[in-house]
């Protein structure tokens, strides 16, 4: 039972932080809908950010909000000069593009801060919390806990604000949300906008866990839109739900079964579901967007 | 919309069999005529301008790309079905070659064949599970598929040398083993050319008519009553046999192999050539096969900006011409040409 | 497809008895291709700051052979396929006289019959014993083997009484290697390997692997053969576990890297290390301290870190090269080739090396890894 409970503990907090990449991916995608590959580098940008921030003697608070706000800041960035001016450009071409812009963020990263890797101390300190033989480290909760805030403020957002509503009167038909004089470059700006402080938050609250390197969005976005097609592009629900099962379903993997092949779980859950949900789980069905 | 009324960009403006040759414009321009002639002597006068184990290994490396890129173009750019997992067809292709020939002493060709057919039974088996899914969902199971292969040729390492890849026995053929540059340089050019013929008589052919309707809408490709399904999964299969035929001869070629040929980067890299060249256009799968190579080689002198560099290129050369070069200067001449 | 100089300039050369290649004002060419980026970046980053350095200094002092030294530099990102392109670019374009690089064991192999082919003298930056066991008439390589970090530990788990032990590591091309090697020969020190977990490279967290190693009562102390940052991850969730079984990792996580980012958790590790790690507490008399402290003292000064032993690899390799090159008194490949292979007695940071036809690396166990504790945030010998 003791081992059940880390395996779950465990898988938690790797499936929250896999779910908070999801959420970035389906925030582009609703708005625009294109697979952001760099979303996994925005994260990369956070935790980066917020350790150098540091290091030049900015206390950690007010350096965690810098490193969101350069996170935001860099999603806007991608929008304004990758993805605003290629009008003409299909999903494939804007992909490639986002693609161009990760390795991009990456070569940034390596002339800027180098090629090691770094971390930082933990919010509330690094003594672990032991209770009914689990054994968790404090950031984790702040892992935990950040990414419920987060869930429940984009529903706020989506639910209660104006913009929120347009962002997701266009996501559902762009045409229609244009004739209802809704902007939709100013949506897309958000969107984009919030994917990387979405994408930065992750970073910043990650780091003290998993330290932060130049090329750590690499597999991360990989997880994160893996985690995204599961529960279904453009869920949120889905998005987070996707991302807990991913990390849940590795760490019970490693600890059950062999974890020679925990990496493959993800991919071979993505096809089985895929095969009998050809949307994923919460996806909308039988609809074609070409 | 019917089938033959899709207008595709680039050199794939239908010179269908039947179809009015109009100007000689046409011909010019064509990816039959044209695009034919370009590359054939593109391809005879290269060796009198590269010397040296490192320019024809780039030569080599170029050729062997352009092929795999001309059969998966077939797939991205003509029907339209996004593959982010095809370096996993050229990394098994290689690896299945390299154990059979070099740990069992299988013949070379036999082992290349056990090799391709491997894959092509792969790709048979999972294309109509993947080929019913949509857009992205298409795309993700691709990579899941990918990595899946990625991961067991890096996890086997009894089997497959693990991540630091294996080493591969050179291609012995009729008891002549091929060290030459120059020589794997005129079998792959020859490789080559087939592959573009193929292809052009495919496009031109009623099932790359259908191919090109599926891309311009599914739904109108059902209505004009193509088998939607059976093309697709026959383009499937034929680019991954392809991508495994030439994963083969690269293990051969260079002697070595690693799961990275298989990896989800060089996935990507492979439909960037794709997009890059052009989509649905052949010639334009050999330029972006040929540019893409080459970059890297190029970008060398930024040293740690390569990366960035890089990634500019990319971003600068879709935002300024989505259409792929190729497409693009291609309707350039033509305006100025009138 | 061989080497071609100009027909004229060699015939010409001949005439006047002169070898065609290595005229006084010609540069000797030293090439390099290593994974400076990518996965394997933190054993290929401090290796390009440490050839980049050291060029410089050899100029400085009058060169090699009264000749500067040019040194061309390629980053393969860690890709076997680019590093083997590289290679040829550094063989047949750049004419290199000797190449120093391969900072994988994948990136190494993928050229090595290249060089064989080419016959240009290589030294390889790569730890696994397949790169000079067989021996390759062309190939040399200065790190320690990961067999022979494995041994290092083992015997050091035999005096300690450890007789079973759970073994972790990466599925990378440097925890893959290092897990077999691992397996290979523990029998000799008379041991078992009872758990024997993975984790991929880019892991977060590994606790579920080490709750599982922890689950088994049999296990005496747990061994994490890897590199990069997930050591680092697997020694903090370690700690956390409160897991009260010695840990012990390998040379890979030889650097202060590694002391800043596992922090206290690190306190106890064992690990067997390059004496660059401890040139400081190095006894005087001790053949390494010497070349220790002059590489230390210099790039402390020019890139204000201490150096790692990886990065030693490459300071072990530019200088046998240049010793072998002066002794050759030419830069004609079999010479330097020959040279090379009569190395001996040469004091490097990573130990004594004594190359022969059979040995191609040279090193023996008593003179390159120290077996250390960490204590206090530091590296402490363990006295035997």
Same mark, same amino acid.
């Given at each position: 039972?003791?081992?059940?409970?880390?395996?779950?503990?465990? @898988?938690?907090?790797?499936?929250?932080?896999?779910?908070?990449?999801?959420? @970035?991916?389906?925030?582009?995608?609703?708005?625009?809908?294109?697979?952001?590959?760099?979303?996994?580098?925005?994260?990369?940008?956070?935790?980066?950010?917020?350790?150098?921030?540091?290091?030049?003697?900015?206390?950690?608070?007010?350096? %965690?909000?810098?490193?969101?706000?350069?996170?935001?800041?860099?999603?806007? #960035?991608?929008?304004?000069?990758?993805?605003?001016?290629?009008?003409?450009?299909?999903?494939?071409?804007?992909?490639?593009?986002?693609?161009?812009?990760?390795?991009?963020?990456? !070569?940034?990263?390596?002339?800027?801060?180098?090629?090691?890797?770094?971390?930082?101390?933990?919010?509330?300190?690094?003594?672990?919390?032991?209770?009914?033989?689990?054994?968790?480290?404090?950031?984790? #909760?702040?892992?935990?806990?950040?990414?419920?805030?987060?869930?429940?403020?984009?529903?706020?957002?989506?639910?209660?604000?104006? *913009?929120?509503?347009?962002?997701?009167?266009?996501?559902?038909?762009?045409?229609?949300?244009? *004739?209802?004089?809704?902007?939709?470059?100013?949506? #897309?700006?958000?969107?984009?906008?919030?994917?990387?402080? #979405?994408?930065?938050?992750?970073?910043?609250?990650?780091?003290?866990?998993?330290?932060?390197?130049?090329?750590?969005?690499?597999?991360?976005?990989?997880? @994160?839109?893996?985690?995204?097609?599961?529960? @279904?592009? !453009?869920?949120?629900?889905?998005?987070?739900?996707?991302?807990?099962?991913?990390?849940?379903?590795?760490?019970?993997?490693?600890?059950?079964?062999?974890? =020679?092949?925990? =990496?493959?779980?993800?991919?071979? %859950?993505?096809?089985?579901?895929?095969?009998?949900?050809?949307?994923?789980?919460?996806?909308?069905?039988?609809?074609?967007?070409? | 919309?019917?089938?033959?009324?899709?207008?595709?960009?680039?050199?794939?403006?239908?010179?269908?069999?039947?179809?009015?040759?109009?100007?000689?414009?046409?011909?010019?321009?064509?990816?039959?005529?044209?695009?034919? +002639? +370009?590359?054939?002597?593109?391809?005879?006068?290269?060796?009198?301008?590269?010397?040296?184990?490192?320019?024809?290994?780039? +030569?080599?490396?170029?050729?062997?790309?352009?092929?795999?890129?001309?059969?998966?173009?077939?797939?991205?750019?003509? +029907?339209?079905?996004?593959?982010?997992?095809?370096?996993?067809?050229?990394?098994?292709?290689?690896?299945?070659?390299?154990?059979?020939?070099?740990?069992?002493?299988?013949?070379?060709?036999?082992?290349?064949?056990?090799?391709?057919?491997?894959?092509?039974?792969?790709?048979?088996?999972?294309?109509?599970?993947?080929?019913?899914?949509?857009?992205?969902?298409?795309?993700?199971?691709?990579?899941?598929?990918?990595?899946?292969?990625?991961?067991?040729?890096?996890?086997?390492?009894?089997?497959?040398?693990?991540?630091?890849?294996?080493?591969?026995?050179?291609?012995?053929?009729?008891?002549?083993?091929?060290?030459?540059?120059?020589?794997?340089?005129?079998?792959?050019?020859?490789?080559?050319?087939?592959?573009?013929?193929?292809?052009?008589?495919?496009?031109?052919?009623?099932?790359?008519?259908?191919l090109r309707a599926l891309h311009g809408s599914e739904v109108a490709a059902d209505n004009s009553g193509i088998n939607v399904n059976h093309y697709k999964s026959l383009v499937f299969v034929l680019s991954a046999g392809v991508a495994a035929l030439m994963g083969g001869l690269y293990a051969f070629y260079s002697?070595?192999i690693t799961p990275s040929q298989a990896g989800f980067m060089h996935s990507i890299e492979l439909v960037v050539m794709v997009v890059l060249g052009g989509m649905a256009s052949l010639v334009g799968a050999v330029v972006g096969a040929l540019l893409l190579t080459l970059l890297p080689q190029y970008l060398v002198?930024?040293?740690?900006?390569?990366?960035?560099?890089?990634?500019?290129?990319?971003?600068?050369?879709?935002?300024?011409?989505?259409?792929?070069?190729?497409?693009?200067?291609?309707?350039?001449?033509?305006?100025?040409?009138? | 497809?061989?080497?071609?100089?100009?027909?004229?300039?060699?015939?010409?050369?001949?005439?006047?008895?002169?070898?065609?290649?290595?005229?006084?004002?010609?540069?000797?060419?030293?090439?390099?291709?290593?994974?400076?980026?990518?996965?394997?970046?933190?054993?290929?980053?401090?290796?390009?700051?440490?050839?980049?350095?050291?060029?410089?200094?050899?100029?400085?002092?009058?060169?090699?052979?009264?000749?500067?030294?040019?040194?061309?530099?390629?980053?393969?990102?860690?890709?076997?396929?680019?590093?083997?392109?590289?290679?040829?670019?550094?063989?047949?374009?750049?004419?290199?006289?000797?190449?120093?690089?391969?900072?994988?064991?994948?990136?190494?192999?993928?050229?090595?019959?290249?060089?064989?082919?080419?016959?240009?003298?290589?030294?390889?930056?790569?730890?696994?014993?397949?790169?000079?066991?067989?021996?390759?008439?062309?190939?040399?390589?200065?790190?320690?083997?990961?067999?022979?970090?494995?041994?290092?530990?083992?015997?050091?788990?035999?005096?300690?009484?450890?007789?079973?032990?759970?073994?972790?590591?990466?599925?990378?091309?440097?925890?893959?290697?290092?897990?077999?090697?691992?397996?290979?020969?523990?029998?000799?020190?008379?041991?078992?390997?009872?758990?024997?977990?993975?984790?991929?490279?880019?892991?977060?967290?590994?606790?579920?692997?080490?709750?599982?190693?922890?689950?088994?009562?049999?296990?005496?102390?747990?061994?994490?053969?890897?590199?990069?940052?997930?050591?680092?991850?697997?020694?903090?969730?370690?700690?956390?576990?409160?897991?009260?079984?010695?840990?012990?990792?390998?040379?890979?996580?030889?650097?202060?890297?590694?002391?800043?980012?596992?922090?206290?958790?690190?306190?106890?590790?064992?690990?067997?290390?390059?004496?660059?790690?401890?040139?400081?507490?190095?006894?005087?008399?001790?053949?390494?301290?010497?070349?220790?402290?002059?590489?230390?003292?210099?790039?402390?000064?020019?890139?204000?870190?201490?150096?790692?032993?990886?990065?030693?690899?490459?300071?072990?390799?530019?200088?046998?090269?240049?010793?072998?090159?002066?002794?050759?008194?030419?830069?004609?490949?079999?010479?330097?080739?020959?040279?090379?292979?009569?190395?001996?007695?040469?004091?490097?940071?990573?130990?004594?090396?004594?190359?022969?036809?059979?040995?191609?690396?040279?090193?023996?166990?008593?003179?390159?890894?120290?077996?250390?504790?960490?204590?206090?945030?530091?590296?402490?010998?363990?006295?035997?």
């Amino acid at each position: 039972m003791g081992e059940f409970l880390q395996y779950l503990v465990t @898988g938690i907090t790797i499936g929250s932080t896999f779910a908070l990449v999801a959420l @970035g991916f389906c925030l582009v995608y609703n708005a625009s809908h294109v697979i952001n590959f760099a979303q996994g580098d925005f994260v990369m940008v956070g935790g980066m950010s917020a350790v150098f921030i540091m290091a030049a003697g900015v206390p950690m608070a007010l350096a %965690l909000l810098l490193a969101v706000g350069i996170g935001g800041l860099t999603g806007v #960035l991608l929008y304004k000069g990758g993805i605003q001016p290629a009008k003409n450009a299909d999903a494939i071409q804007l992909i490639i593009i986002t693609v161009g812009a990760a390795l991009f963020l990456r !070569g940034v990263a390596q002339v800027l801060w180098g090629t090691g890797y770094f971390s930082m101390p933990g919010f509330t300190g690094d003594a672990p919390i032991r209770f009914l033989g689990v054994v968790m480290v404090p950031q984790s #909760l702040w892992v935990i806990g950040v990414t419920v805030a987060i869930v429940v403020a984009l529903g706020l957002f989506f639910t209660r604000t104006r *913009l929120g509503k347009a962002v997701l009167a266009t996501s559902y038909n762009s045409d229609a949300a244009k *004739l209802m004089g809704i902007d939709t470059s100013v949506v #897309l700006l958000v969107s984009f906008g919030l994917a990387g402080a #979405l994408g930065a938050v992750a970073g910043v609250i990650m780091t003290p866990i998993t330290f932060t390197h130049y090329e750590m969005g690499v597999m991360l976005g990989l997880k @994160g839109f893996v985690a995204a097609v599961l529960g @279904g592009l !453009g869920s949120f629900v889905g998005a987070v739900a996707g991302g807990l099962i991913l990390g849940i379903t590795e760490a019970m993997m490693a600890g059950y079964i062999s974890s =020679d092949y925990k =990496d493959a779980v993800a991919f071979v %859950l993505i096809l089985l579901i895929l095969f009998f949900m050809p949307s994923g789980l919460f996806g909308q069905r039988g609809v074609e967007r070409v | 919309m019917s089938a033959n009324s899709v207008e595709t960009t680039g050199d794939a403006v239908a010179l269908a069999p039947g179809a009015r040759v109009q100007t000689w414009k046409d011909v010019v321009f064509s990816a039959r005529y044209g695009g034919f +002639a +370009a590359l054939v002597v593109a391809l005879l006068i290269t060796p009198l301008f590269i010397d040296g184990l490192y320019q024809f290994d780039m +030569a080599i490396l170029v050729l062997i790309n352009a092929t795999v890129v001309i059969a998966l173009n077939l797939l991205v750019g003509y +029907a339209g079905q996004v593959s982010l997992g095809h370096a996993a067809f050229f990394g098994l292709g290689g690896y299945g070659t390299a154990i059979l020939a070099t740990q069992h002493d299988w013949p070379a060709l036999l082992a290349l064949a056990a090799g391709v057919g491997l894959v092509v039974l792969i790709a048979a088996v999972m294309a109509r599970p993947i080929l019913r899914l949509k857009g992205y969902y298409l795309a993700m199971a691709t990579l899941g598929l990918g990595m899946i292969i990625y991961l067991i040729l890096t996890q086997e390492s009894w089997l497959t040398g693990g991540p630091d890849g294996m080493s591969v026995a050179p291609l012995e053929v009729f008891g002549y083993t091929v060290f030459d540059e120059l020589v794997w340089y005129w079998v792959l050019a020859a490789i080559l050319v087939l592959m573009y013929w193929i292809a052009v008589n495919i496009t031109d052919s009623p099932v790359g008519r259908a191919l090109r309707a599926l891309h311009g809408s599914e739904v109108a490709a059902d209505n004009s009553g193509i088998n939607v399904n059976h093309y697709k999964s026959l383009v499937f299969v034929l680019s991954a046999g392809v991508a495994a035929l030439m994963g083969g001869l690269y293990a051969f070629y260079s002697g070595f192999i690693t799961p990275s040929q298989a990896g989800f980067m060089h996935s990507i890299e492979l439909v960037v050539m794709v997009v890059l060249g052009g989509m649905a256009s052949l010639v334009g799968a050999v330029v972006g096969a040929l540019l893409l190579t080459l970059l890297p080689q190029y970008l060398v002198v930024f040293a740690e900006y390569e990366w960035l560099m890089y990634g500019l290129v990319l971003m600068l050369v879709m935002i300024f011409m989505p259409k792929g070069l190729v497409p693009t200067l291609h309707g350039l001449i033509r305006r100025v040409l009138g | 497809m061989m080497k071609k100089t100009l027909p004229v300039a060699a015939l010409a050369a001949a005439m006047i008895g002169l070898p065609a290649q290595g005229m006084a004002d010609d540069p000797v060419r030293i090439g390099s291709f290593l994974s400076a980026s990518g996965p394997a970046s933190y054993l290929g980053d401090p290796q390009r700051n440490t050839l980049r350095l050291f060029v410089d200094k050899i100029n400085e002092d009058g060169g090699v052979l009264g000749r500067d030294v040019e040194w061309q530099y390629y980053d393969d990102h860690g890709e076997a396929g680019q590093a083997r392109t590289f290679a040829r670019r550094l063989i047949a374009q750049d004419q290199s006289d000797i190449v120093i690089g391969g900072t994988t064991t994948g990136a190494t192999m993928a050229a090595v019959e290249l060089f064989q082919r080419q016959e240009t003298p290589f030294i390889s930056l790569a730890g696994a014993v397949v790169v000079v066991d067989p021996v390759k008439e062309w190939v040399f390589k200065t790190p320690e083997t990961d067999r022979m970090a494995a041994r290092q530990v083992f015997a050091d788990m035999e005096r300690r009484g450890i007789t079973k032990v759970g073994l972790i590591s990466g599925t990378g091309g440097f925890g893959a290697s290092g897990r077999e090697q691992a397996r290979d020969v523990a029998d000799e020190f008379g041991i078992e390997i009872v758990m024997d977990e993975t984790y991929s490279p880019d892991d977060s967290d590994m606790t579920a692997q080490l709750t599982r190693i922890r689950g088994n009562e049999d296990v005496e102390a747990i061994f994490n053969f890897d590199f990069g940052q997930a050591p680092a991850i697997v020694t903090r969730n370690y700690a956390n576990l409160g897991i009260d079984r010695p840990l012990y990792q390998s040379h890979g996580v030889a650097s202060e890297g590694f002391l800043e980012l596992a922090g206290s958790a690190a306190e106890g590790v064992r690990l067997p290390v390059s004496p660059i790690l401890v040139a400081d507490i190095l006894p005087e008399d001790d053949p390494q301290k010497a070349p220790s402290m002059d590489y230390l003292e210099a790039y402390e000064a020019e890139y204000e870190e201490r150096p790692s032993a990886f990065g030693g690899y490459a300071y072990d390799a530019l200088m046998i090269a240049v010793d072998a090159i002066e002794r050759a008194g030419t830069t004609d490949p079999h010479a330097v080739r020959d040279a090379l292979e009569s190395t001996s007695d040469f004091d490097g940071v990573t130990g004594t090396f004594n190359m022969t036809p059979e040995d191609h690396m040279g090193l023996d166990i008593e003179t390159s890894f120290r077996m250390v504790e960490i204590k206090d945030g530091t590296w402490s010998l363990i006295e035997d």
